[in-house]
């Protein structure tokens, strides 16, 4: 599942340490090394409140489990937790820190490079110091600082002249930011994938058809 630009832009603004979420586990020749899967402007159908973001993981029902949910709901920002496709996901709703609503708010409205270097260094700080992150690391650097090269090749592409107040990465998609049908669906094909992780079976016919209504905790 690719990352949303809810997780690469805001998600790292609540500064939750992302090993929280680390796991150690193999499921079909595939190592599997974190709960988490995305994060989302909010939830189709459910009031959100302001200033806030959906965290989305899987609830594994392993051993740690408890002790994984009761560490992520006890810091701060924490609003409440609900979980969704018949409790195989866990949803944390978080508010963003009041030191980071300014980058909140440039987001909305596409203006990644006037983050502060605040924001910006803990957005670079989010991602896994892993070689395959590398490309995603450089990337976010060049989205910060409209790299030439970069805007180059935009206007290449597009056939345009950008001014100089032009961002070189586009404004989020509201529809893939959101925990709605089609995402929904992609995240019960991660519970097809990583199946025998879970202490229950999970087979595609079932899972696919299984309720998508959320459950509060």
């Known amino acids: 599942m690719k990352f949303t630009y809810s997780t690469l832009f805001l998600y790292p603004l609540l ?5 929280l979420f680390n796991i150690s586990k193999y499921v079909n020749k595939k190592y599997v090394s974190t709960r ?6 909010g939830h189709e159908g459910m009031n959100i409140p302001k200033n806030c973001i959906c965290v989305v993981y899987c ?3 392993d051993k740690d489990q408890i002790g994984f949910q009761d560490t992520l709901e ?3 920002g924490f609003q409440f937790t609900y979980n969704i496709i018949d409790s195989y996901f866990g949803v944390s709703v978080f508010e963003i820190p009041e030191h980071h609503l300014e980058a909140y708010n440039l987001f909305l409205n596409g203006k990644y490079s006037q983050y502060s270097d605040l924001s910006k260094s803990a957005c670079l700080s989010f991602l896994p110091k892993k070689p ?5 690391y450089n990337f976010l650097l060049e989205v910060f600082d409209k790299n030439k090269y970069r805007k180059e090749k ?10 100089e107040n032009s961002e070189i990465f586009s404004i989020y998609n509201p529809e893939k930011e959101l925990i709605n049908a089609h995402n929904l669906v992609n995240l019960k094909l991660i519970g097809i ?3 025998n992780l879970w202490q229950t079976s999970l087979g595609k016919q079932n899972l696919l058809g299984e309720s998508n209504e959320p459950i509060l905790e």
Request: proline share 3%; net charge negative.
């Open 193 to 195: 994938e990583y199946g």
């Open 15 to 19: 500064e939750i340490p992302f090993n």
């Open 59 to 61: 609830n594994f029902m």
């Open 74 to 76: 006890s810091l701060d």
């Open 154 to 163: 935009l206007e290449e592409r597009l056939n345009v002249t950008l001014s």
């Open 36 to 41: 988490f899967l995305n994060a989302y402007l």
């Open 132 to 136: 395959e992150s590398t490309v995603l």
